[in-house]
C-alpha cells in the first residue's frame, strides 16, 4: 500500500502561482511513477502531468504545457506541482497518484490521494 496525502491547494487570483505537495508514505516511493490529475466542478478527471520513478522522465497534458511543472524528491517521498499562469479554468480539485508505469491514463495508477482543491478567480 501507498498512502498519498496532498497539500498547497488554495485560492489564487489568475496570473498567480501555487505549488502543490504530495506526500507519499508506505511502499518505496522511488519504484513508482507519480501523476497528478484533477476533476473541476461537473467535469470528468482528466490527466495532468506525470514523472518517472527515477524523475528522468515527464509529461504534460496540451493545456498546462509552459505553465506547471512536476518535480519530485524521492528522499524526502514527495512529488510536487508548481503551478504559474494559473487561469480560471484551472480550477479543480486536484489529485496526486502512484503507479508502476509511467503513464497518462488514471487506470494504470495504484494508489490515490483525496485531492486539494484549487480554486482560481479572475
Known amino acids: 500500500q501507498v498512502q498519498l496525502v496532498e497539500s498547497g491547494g488554495g485560492l489564487v487570483q489568475a496570473g498567480g502561482s501555487l505549488r502543490l505537495s504530495c506526500a507519499a508514505a508506505?511502499?518505496?516511493?522511488?519504484?513508482?511513477?507519480m501523476g497528478w490529475f484533477r476533476q473541476a466542478p461537473g467535469k470528468e478527471q482528466e490527466f495532468v502531468a506525470t514523472?518517472?520513478?527515477?524523475?528522468?522522465?515527464?509529461y504534460y497534458a496540451d493545456s498546462v504545457k509552459g505553465r506547471f511543472t512536476i518535480s519530485r524528491d524521492n528522499a524526502k517521498n514527495t512529488v510536487y506541482l508548481q503551478m504559474n499562469s494559473l487561469k480560471p479554468e484551472d480550477t479543480a480539485v486536484y489529485y496526486c497518484?502512484?503507479?508502476?508505469?509511467?503513464?497518462?491514463?488514471?487506470?494504470?495508477?495504484?494508489?490515490w490521494g483525496l485531492g486539494t482543491r484549487v480554486t482560481v478567480s479572475s
Open positions: 508506505g511502499r518505496t516511493f522511488s519504484n513508482y511513477a
Open positions: 514523472i518517472s520513478s527515477s524523475g528522468g522522465s515527464t
Open positions: 497518484a502512484a503507479g508502476v508505469r509511467f503513464h497518462t491514463v488514471e487506470h494504470e495508477y495504484d494508489y
